[in-house]
């Protein structure tokens, strides 16, 4: 199995911080509901809708590769949804219809 390296992503999130970042509030911090606790409080993206080592593979299923493909597969495929979706958002802000293929012009810059 291979052995992880201190750079390594830990806290596997399961949603995407990018689209956490998208309801931060003046403080960055989004609102959160405990529903096992009953409470609300405000917290950081970071520490809400992930676990550790959430998407690591067991040496079962990693054989000798790596145990975090899975992770690293979905931080390449979550990079360019985030850039897709600022385009989206972009777009929909000038008031053009969101398309699957943009025809609306970008503005260089």
């Given at each position: 199995?291979?052995?992880?390296?201190?750079s390594?992503?830990?806290?596997?999130?399961?949603?995407?911080?990018?689209?956490?970042n998208?309801?931060?509030?003046?403080?960055?911090?989004?609102?959160?509901?405990?529903?096992?606790?009953?409470?609300?409080?405000?917290?950081?993206?970071?520490?809400?809708a992930?676990?550790?080592?959430?998407?690591?593979?067991?040496p079962s299923?990693?054989?000798?590769?790596?145990?975090?493909?899975?992770?690293?597969?979905?931080?390449?495929?979550?990079?360019?949804?985030?850039?897709?979706?600022?385009?989206?958002i972009?777009?929909?802000?000038?008031?053009?219809?969101?398309?699957i293929?943009?025809?609306?012009?970008?503005?260089?810059?």
């Open positions: 199995m291979t052995p992880l390296s201190r390594d992503p830990k806290l596997h999130h399961y949603v995407p911080r990018f689209y956490l998208g309801s931060l509030n003046e403080e960055q911090h989004l609102w959160v509901y405990n529903k096992a606790h009953d409470k609300i409080f405000q917290t950081a993206p970071k520490n809400i992930a676990e550790t080592q959430f998407y690591r593979l067991p299923i990693a054989g000798h590769g790596d145990p975090l493909r899975l992770e690293k597969a979905l931080a390449g495929l979550e990079a360019r949804a985030s850039l897709r979706m600022k385009r989206l972009t777009e929909v802000r000038r008031g053009c219809r969101p398309m293929r943009s025809r609306c012009p970008m503005k260089s810059g």
